[in-house]
């Protein structure tokens, strides 16, 4: 039966060639566009690291005191985002229930080992040993650095796969030694290809946009006081002397470094939650804070929504494409009304020769329903088109990772399979309804 | 008019469908043109330079080199004898580009409510001449004026002279006339209370560095509030600003300037090399970006709704051509059936506009809701309502051509 339907639309579909083509552009170019920046917007919104974004924790104390001026925090709640070094320091050093690194990002010179290059300005993190493992970080060459290279402070380097290729032509460098600004560190490890979009774990823009390409430690980077790259939020800064008594003095309040968490349990949360909280009870006990500051404790997923991440661009723009994808709906509706009325002649001798009411509707769904299938493949196609295009036009850098995967055709295709059914369902009813008799009189 | 309400009322699908989209078509059209219109000004903002003669390049010093204001002048005085290159000057920040500072600066040092954050550059005696400011009142900077200053928390004297822009003027003195006087302003940092200065020349526009950043907590409060101090910045990192003597020479001399820099030490890092119109198209290309999705979007939903209305009014048409041809037989002209169908898709057309101009405010409440946007303008929702009035007349003709050539032998016929 389903075969004859097919048939029977496919033939019917012919007789409008141009209306046809219409149904089909309408729906075509309304899935393509919300296809589109339905991609653009899962990859800005999504989650960076799934397997650990419930595990993974960003601690914040709410150091902007009385005589603060909280207008120049951003964030919706006025805690500053980042923490001080003397707080990193101090929680760092709590008995916490789960791994903690502590991160900042810097500006480093590197002299190419081939002296025909010239040197390079890129960005180094600085961090801790945990940092790879409790990110999950693959490695091509080499491993991480461990605990005794945190603990003395080793000049040692993580490089990335990309810098890997450009310095060492990609072959395995571990070993060999680089030099970043005037001194020299030693290549313990080379990462694949590892990017989380968005880059969770530090969300302050500026840097130097070339994404984390080097990795130090922590502690050296203190010792060697390289200055942050992403700006100082100071909230009682004390005498500006330099940039480093301002980063790393244990007096001043200024607020850049980030530091994260893994809790594996409810119950790690719980005792963390616990430990931040009496801290900060502590400190303002000691005189630190007029009253006891307020703590945050947030996982990736809510870090993400805490910063909006979601540029405002691409929240238009899903926006206008939905809007269009309606206006396209309407559209279509108006279209497939308009080609199927006047066909209650044919529908009437089909009904005289003994087709039931819901013959004559399940055929004519079928026939929607074929429109359905040509517009999602047409709209494949167009937000195919669509991802190149985007690509030139929004700033996201994460842009470059759009990708449509099986969920997203699959999604394409039931939205407009569905689309048409829903546009078609009036007039494939209208026509169901028709009384034989009284048409066919009138032939 | 009566016979077009009566048909309209047996068959009200397809009239109501048509509205439908006139009006969604409407509201999206409207509020396009907002936004483009938005960004089309903020694109248009002038930076108040010679953009098409400059170029810049970021120069950072390895090691900690303890001779920096020596080598900038070696630096400067390689860029200037470039051939093609007509002047070049040091300095922390450039119109169009990342970086920027800002300081307050206020006539009244005892009320701080008055102070005003404003982009600061800094500028030796070639500045004005290399950017090509228009000075509309005062002096420039004496060459003997001018200091130099080696980053943010170096200690160095307070600066003798200021240049403003007019709008900063505006913004210190309603009445703009503050030549002359006394400033007090935040620099240099390290002095803590600010400092005394002079306001020696007030130059016509100079747009601030970070022209995003204008409005924002620690931005200035327009783009055009920026000030020149007489430093020669001779920092570890710092911008090398050049003009070339025609814009065709930015290119070439660009790249003589970067081997020749090279040549002169290669202990450094040269970055960002780019031409000021190339920092206009990154600064703006998110705009750009939005503008172009946006006009791709109406003419396409312009289009689709044209070819909407074409086929239901074609399909319309043939429902009704014994009608037709009932009237032509008695006595209507090929004229009156094109103007019924016309008259048809105006009444539509303004019960559209009317659903659809709601619609517009609506949409236009909520973006200003959730993204800051501006108030609709009634002109662009006038503007809309004329485009999508025209778009449905124009669709009309065809199928009410088709309905005019109807015969009124039809009359006779039984379908």
């Known amino acids: ?443 | 008019m009566h016979p077009i309400l009566a048909a309209m009322r047996r068959n009200a699908l397809g009239p109501a469908l048509i509205a439908v989209q006139i009006a969604l078509t409407l509201a999206i059209l409207s509020n396009a043109l907002l936004i483009i219109n938005e960004r089309l000004v903020a694109m248009a903002r002038p930076s108040g330079v010679d953009e098409s003669r400059l170029f810049v390049i970021e120069n950072q010093w390895m090691g900690k080199p303890t001779d920096v204001p020596a080598r900038v002048q070696t630096d400067l005085a390689a860029l200037r004898s470039l051939p093609g290159a007509v002047g070049a000057y040091a300095t922390n920040a450039y119109p169009l580009g990342e970086r920027m500072w800002s300081f307050g600066i206020t006539l009244d040092p005892d009320d701080k409510s008055t102070q005003i954050l404003a982009g600061m550059y800094l500028a030796d005696s070639n500045s004005l001449r290399v950017l090509g400011l228009q000075l509309i009142a005062g002096r420039n900077f004496n060459r003997d004026e001018v200091q130099s200053y080696s980053g943010l928390f170096s200690t160095v004297q307070p600066p003798d002279a200021i240049i403003i822009t007019r709008q900063l003027a505006q913004q210190l003195a309603p009445d703009g006339n503050v030549l002359g006087r006394l400033a007090t302003i935040g620099f240099p940092p390290t002095s803590g209370s600010g400092s005394s200065v002079r306001i020696v020349g007030i130059v016509k526009s100079l747009q601030i560095a970070n022209v995003d950043a204008a409005g924002l907590p620690q931005g200035p409060r327009t783009s055009n509030s920026s000030l020149l101090l007489p430093y020669r910045f001779a920092a570890a990192d710092s911008y090398y600003v050049v003009r070339t003597a025609s814009p065709a020479q930015v290119g070439p001399v660009m790249k003589a300037a970067t081997s020749k820099l090279y040549a002169v030490s290669r202990a450094r890092v040269l970055r960002n090399v780019e031409s000021l119109s190339t920092a206009r198209r990154g600064k703006y290309r998110s705009d750009r970006g939005q503008v172009i999705m946006l006009v791709a979007v109406s003419a396409v939903l312009l289009a689709m709704t044209a070819w909407g209305i074409v086929g239901l009014t074609s399909c319309w048409v043939n429902q009704r051509r014994r009608h037709i041809g009932i009237r032509r037989a008695l006595g209507a002209t090929r004229a009156a059936i094109v103007r019924q169908f016309q008259a048809e898709n105006l009444l539509i057309a303004v019960a559209g506009i009317a659903a659809g101009t709601g619609l517009a405010i609506a949409a236009n409440l909520w973006l200003i809701d959730r993204f800051q946007m501006d108030h609709l303008d009634y002109r662009y929702a006038v503007l809309g309502a004329i485009v999508v009035l025209l778009l449905g007349q124009a669709a009309t003709l065809w199928p009410a051509l088709r309905a005019a050539s109807v015969p009124p032998a039809e009359a006779t016929r039984t379908v």
């Open chain 1, 1 to 443: 039966m389903f075969g004859y339907y097919l048939n029977l639309a496919l033939r019917s579909l012919q007789r409008t060639p141009a209306l046809t083509v219409l149904m089909i552009l309408a729906i075509g170019v309304g899935i393509g566009a919300s296809m589109t920046t339905l991609a653009i917007f899962r990859t800005a919104a999504g989650d960076p690291i799934p397997a650990k974004s419930a595990q993974l924790f960003a601690p914040q104390i709410d150091i902007c005191g009385a005589n603060c001026n909280r207008r120049n925090i951003r964030t919706d709640d006025g805690i500053p985002v980042h923490l001080t070094y003397r707080d990193v320091r101090a929680l760092m050093r709590l008995n916490a229930p789960g791994m903690q690194a502590a991160m900042y990002s810097t500006g480093v010179t590197v002299t190419p080992p081939n002296p025909q290059l010239y040197p390079l300005q890129l960005e180094a993190r600085a961090t801790g040993a945990a940092f790879f493992s409790m990110f999950e970080v693959p490695f091509r060459y080499g491993a991480p650095w461990g605990r005794q290279e945190d603990a003395a402070h080793a000049p040692v380097v993580v490089i990335s796969r990309a810098l890997n290729d450009r310095l060492f032509g990609g072959t395995n460098s571990v070993g060999k030694t680089l030099r970043l600004n005037t001194e020299e560190y030693r290549i313990v490890g080379v990462i694949d290809t590892w990017q989380p979009v968005p880059r969770f774990y530090d969300l302050s823009p500026g840097g130097l946009n070339s994404g984390d390409v080097l990795f130090i430690p922590f502690t050296h980077a203190v010792d060697m006081q390289l200055p942050t790259n992403s700006g100082l939020g100071c909230y009682n800064p004390g005498p500006l002397t330099s940039l480093s008594s301002l980063q790393f003095s244990l007096a001043s309040e200024c607020a850049w470094l980030q530091l994260w968490v893994e809790l594996p349990t409810a119950a790690a949360v719980q005792r963390y939650r616990q430990l931040l909280t009496a801290y900060a009870a502590e400190q303002h006990s000691t005189g630190r804070f007029r009253s006891t500051p307020r703590v945050r404790l947030r996982d990736v997923k809510q870090w993400l929504d805490y910063n909006h991440v979601v540029p405002p661009e691409v929240r238009v723009a899903v926006i206008v494409a939905f809007a269009l994808l309606i206006a396209c709906l309407a559209n279509a509706m108006g279209i497939i009304t308009a080609r199927f009325l006047p066909r209650t002649g044919d529908v009437s001798v089909r009904r005289a020769t003994g087709a039931t009411r819901t013959a004559i509707f399940l055929q004519s769904l079928v026939e929607v329903a074929l429109i359905g299938v040509f517009g999602s493949l047409l709209g494949l196609m167009l937000a195919g088109l669509g991802q190149q295009v985007s690509r030139l036009l929004l700033p996201v850098n994460e842009l470059e990772l759009v990708r449509f995967d099986g969920a997203d055709v699959a999604i394409a295709v039931a939205l407009s399979i569905m689309t048409a059914i829903l546009a078609g369902l009036y007039p494939t009813w209208r026509m169901s309804r028709v009384q034989p008799a009284l048409q066919l009189k009138v032939q």
